[in-house]
Nanobody, 117 residues
Framework: QVQLVESGGGLVQPGGSLRLSCVAP????????MGWYRQAPGKERELVAD???????NYADSVKGRFTLSRDNAKNTVYLQMNSLKPEDTAVYYC???????????WGQGTQVTVSS
């Protein structure tokens, strides 16, 4: 059973910052595009950002300029730095690993991010 271990969620005021972390097994991390998705109540899960094995990032328009995704290949970890948080960023955030070249997707258990005053 492949486990992606997430941490860093919580409650923050609008305008605040949080950093999410996700650790994956090395055998998976090294061959995967790593990403974060989120799902708000009553909405579909959506891509927030992802990063290729070479470090190329892709962001949803709604988070561009506020969120930064990075990966530490030595620690098998990706980090999502979230700044200038807004109430509409409130959601459960899920870490995802998509292996290459054979596309298999793995998910973390999710971590709650709540932006509220």
């Amino acid at each position: 059973q492949v486990q992606l271990v997430e941490s860093g969620g919580g409650l923050v005021q609008p305008g605040g910052s949080l950093r999410l972390s996700c650790v994956a097994p090395g055998t998976i991390f090294s061959i995967s595009v790593m990403g974060w998705y989120r799902q708000a109540p009553g909405k579909e899960r959506e891509l927030v950002a992802d990063i290729s094995r070479g470090g190329t990032t892709n962001y949803a328009d709604s988070v561009k300029g506020r969120f930064t995704l990075s990966r530490d290949n030595a620690k098998n970890t990706v980090y999502l730095q979230m700044n200038s948080l807004k109430p509409e960023d409130t959601a459960v955030y899920y870490c995802n690993a998509k292996t290459r070249p054979i596309p298999i997707s793995y998910w973390g258990q999710g971590t709650q991010v709540t932006v509220s005053s």
